[in-house]
């Protein structure tokens, strides 16, 4: 992590979802969504809602969408379908309901997974956004890349105290243009 966590800014809480996005996983095997939401309850967020939803572009975007109308939620997190298969179509489905594509989420993963796995980082299509004034990640299937993933950056950019910058203190000026769903 580069940056530095000011501690004489009150952490602030924020409502996180899981979904985990698979054909094949219950919630007994789940080994990703459970280190996701251990994780974001253990570092002292809300976990509103976790959910399993099948490999399927409609099923993925209705189930945002009503997380992204929950005033409740914050930030949705997924695990899986950001492979290069046929049934991975998570990116895709992200993509269809984004306001806004953060870029340097997806960039930045793979530059860290780089280190980790090398050249097999080109195969996850890890990404993020925001809509309706929420933010949504989603990261590849593995226990291992969730792990990764929150802990060498969403922990960091969802806490207030994080400098020089984060996501929290801009949340709520997410929706100032206007664009998405909810709306001040």
């Known amino acids: 992590m580069t940056g530095r966590l000011d501690e004489t ?17 219950t919630t007994a095997d789940d080994k990703s969504g459970d280190v996701l939401s251990t994780r974001v309850t253990e570092y002292g967020h809300h976990l509103i809602s976790r959910t ?46 984004f306001d806004k594509e953060i870029e340097g989420f997806g960039e930045m993963f793979r530059w860290l997974s780089f280190a980790k796995i090398g050249t097999s980082a080109l195969q996850s299509r890890a ?21 990764d993933g ?15 910058c984060n996501f929290v203190e801009i949340m709520p000026r997410l929706l100032e243009s206007g664009i998405g769903g909810r709306s001040s």
């Open 150 to 164: 929150w802990d060498d950056i969403l922990k960091w950019q969802l806490d207030i105290r994080h400098q020089p």
């Open 127 to 147: 990404i993020g956004g925001v809509a309706g004034g929420t933010y949504i990640f989603a990261l590849p299937g593995s226990p291992s890349a969730c792990r």
């Open 52 to 97: 399993i939803v099948r490999d399927d572009i409609d099923e993925i975007q209705a189930m945002l969408k009503i997380w992204i109308e929950d005033p409740e939620i914050d930030a949705v997190i997924s695990t899986g379908g950001t492979g290069v298969t046929g049934r991975d179509v998570t990116p895709e489905a992200m993509r269809g309901i």
């Open 9 to 25: 800014i009150d952490f602030i809480p924020i409502g996180i979802a899981v979904m985990t996005i698979s054909d094949s996983r």
